[in-house]
């Protein structure tokens, strides 16, 4: 298995969806490109968040994007909203 690690600046990110936004990511892996063409895009996302009780749907705020929820593995501290968040994204590249 070949694996590619792409690091984007914050600010490169930001042109796409708003800092503010970002600022609630604590770390995101794209797990599996599966599709990636000029028309769509999917994968499987994996999102951990610094803030509790947030979702996909609060920083990818998009009509060309959509979010599925796969899993969701608790945090250290169970009960607090933390954890890890497996998605299925669809979006419509601009």
Known sequence: MRRLIVEISGR???KLYPEKS??????AEVLYFLKFDRHEVTMILRVEFNE???NIEDVFRSDLA???LLDH???K???NGNGIYTYFV????S
């Open 22 to 27: 970002l600022q609630k990511i604590k770390s």
């Open 12 to 14: 490169a990110f930001s």
């Open 77 to 79: 501290e169970k009960g």
């Open 90 to 93: 669809k979006a419509k590249p």
């Open 52 to 54: 509790p009780n947030v």
């Open 73 to 75: 593995e608790e945090g």
């Open 66 to 68: 959509e979010a599925q």
